[in-house]
């Protein structure tokens, strides 16, 4: 989960808002939606298969899980 979260994160872009006083870096994919469907997409795939997998496309407009 962490390193495909990381690795999300490394391949997105994030923009930089002001919070009150402090800068704050804004993903562009919110972390819990992210969170959700890595998720369940573990929960869900085919464990009963040799070598099944998660795979994680980024694209220019989109995610693929």
């Known amino acids: 989960m962490d390193s495909a979260l990381a690795f999300i994160d ?8 002001f919070v009150g006083t402090q ?3 804004i993903p562009e994919y919110p972390r819990t939606v992210l969170r959700e469907a890595v998720l369940n997409a573990l929960a ?14 980024i694209w220019d407009d989109r995610i693929e899980i």
């Open 10 to 17: 490394k391949h997105t872009s994030h923009r930089e808002a």
């Open 23 to 25: 800068r704050e870096r």
């Open 44 to 57: 869900h795939r085919d464990y009963g298969l040799a070598g099944a997998t998660v795979d994680i496309s």
